[in-house]
């Protein structure tokens, strides 16, 4: 099996296929998902390859969750959800990072976990620099 190549840690054309950058905060950099089927919704990445939250020094996984924080009072603001779901993953992508996905009654996949990329609604390019703004002015 071949090393896996982290995209959250290259920053490159893989990265920005998925995510637009929004900000870089004290321990992390969120991104705004390029799939918005889900209005606002994010990912915010740990700067640094740390494969696990359990692995960060107590100092530095406050500050992650303080920017959890941070970006999920800031997509609030920006997109006024009912709920924001939280998830962390890493089996295929062993990088801590957190997927913050806004959820709005009456609107797709309210009550039902969601899809990890419906490809509903991908942004362009001008698209996804709007919508990245509208977080970013709030955070």
């Given amino acids: 099996m071949g090393e896996i190549r982290c995209h959250y840690c290259e920053k ?4 920005a296929a998925v995510g637009i950058e ?11 998902f390029r799939e918005q089927s889900h209005p606002g919704r994010c990912i915010l990445a740990y700067n ?3 494969g696990d939250i359990t692995d960060l020094p107590d100092e530095r996984r406050r500050q992650f969750f303080d920017d959890l924080v941070r970006a ?28 913050l996905t806004p959820k709005y009654r009456d609107a797709f996949e309210w009550g039902d976990v969601f899809a ?6 991908e942004l ?3 698209e996804g620099g709007e919508a990245a703004e509208k977080i970013r002015r709030v955070l």
């Fill in 124 to 126: 362009a390019d001008a």
């Fill in 48 to 50: 640094g390859h740390v």
């Fill in 22 to 32: 929004i900000a870089e905060l004290s321990a992390s950099t969120l991104y705004l």
């Fill in 116 to 121: 990890m990329n419906p490809k509903r609604i």
């Fill in 12 to 15: 490159g054309e893989i990265m």
């Fill in 72 to 99: 999920a009072r800031a997509i609030q603001k920006a997109y006024n959800p009912d709920k924001i779901n939280y998830a962390a993953f890493g089996d295929k992508m062993p990088h801590l990072h957190f997927h």
